[in-house]
T-cell receptor, first 109, second 114 residues
Framework: SQQGEEDPQALSIQEGENATMNCSYK?????LQWYRQNSGRGLVHLIL?????REKHSGRLRVTLDTSKKSSSLLITASRAADTASYFC?????????FGAGTRLTVKP | EAQVTQNPRYLITVTGKKLTVTCSQN?????MSWYRQDPGLGLRQIYY???????DKGDVPEGYKVSRKEKRNFPLILESPSPNQTSLYFC?????????????FGPGTRLTVL
């Protein structure tokens, strides 16, 4: 299926540490997007990486994409308490964009 | 401010009582969609619209209706709500169809059907 599957389901770290979340998918994609959701609120777009890109950076975020392994990772460096949220990947193929169940990240002060 | 708005934000209703959740965007986006979010299931698309008067089913359309008479508005209609439609609903919009660029999400509508 097109749906992304995030791993781990939950992650708890201390402030200042790095957080890595992984996403796997099963079919071809045009691009893959990552979103963040603070508790009960709307999703906020973080980054879009196209299928011909291998790595992309945005501030403290680093996303990698390995199309041969059908996987992506999101790295948040020097995490802050404000990074506490759920993170979703969304592999996309033309109009078809499927969100996974997300990784719940808790950053302890 | 560029945004997607939804109303109401919270709604408690009873089985069978028709309701409408409104969605409006001020970014002149062509593409709009509705999702529901349930614990452990992520976001599932209910309906989407490529442009005015063009709508299509997503993954879980049963029990829902939509319309797109104006570019900015995309209401979600539950003609006869049932308890299994208790969920958190999000409207989203983007300049072009969902996969090509970022989607902007509304703040969500928490619906409880008793």
């Amino acid at each position: 299926s097109q749906q992304g599957e995030e791993d781990p389901q939950a992650l708890s770290i201390q402030e200042g540490e790095n957080a890595t979340m992984n996403c796997s998918y099963k079919t071809s994609i045009n691009n893959l997007q990552w979103y963040r959701q603070n508790s009960g609120r709307g999703l906020v777009h973080l980054i879009l990486i196209r299928s011909n890109e291998r790595e992309k950076h945005s501030g403290r975020l680093r996303v990698t994409l390995d199309t041969s392994k059908k996987s992506s990772s999101l790295l948040i460096t020097a995490s802050r308490a404000a990074d506490t949220a759920s993170y979703f990947c969304a592999p996309t193929y033309f109009n078809d964009m499927r969100f996974g169940a997300g990784t719940r990240l808790t950053v302890k002060p | 401010e560029a945004q997607v708005t939804q109303n109401p934000r919270y709604l408690i209703t009873v089985t069978g009582k028709k309701l409408t959740v409104t969605c409006s965007q001020n970014m002149n986006h062509e593409y709009m969609s509705w999702y529901r979010q349930d614990p452990g299931l992520g976001l599932r698309q209910i309906y989407y619209s490529m442009n005015v008067e063009v709508t299509d089913k997503g993954d879980v359309p049963e029990g829902y209706k939509v319309s797109r008479k104006e570019k900015r508005n995309f209401p979600l209609i539950l003609e006869s709500p049932s308890p299994n439609q208790t969920s958190l609903y999000f409207c989203a919009s983007s300049l072009r169809p969902g996969g090509y660029n970022e989607q902007f999400f509304g703040p969500g509508t928490r619906l409880t059907v008793l």
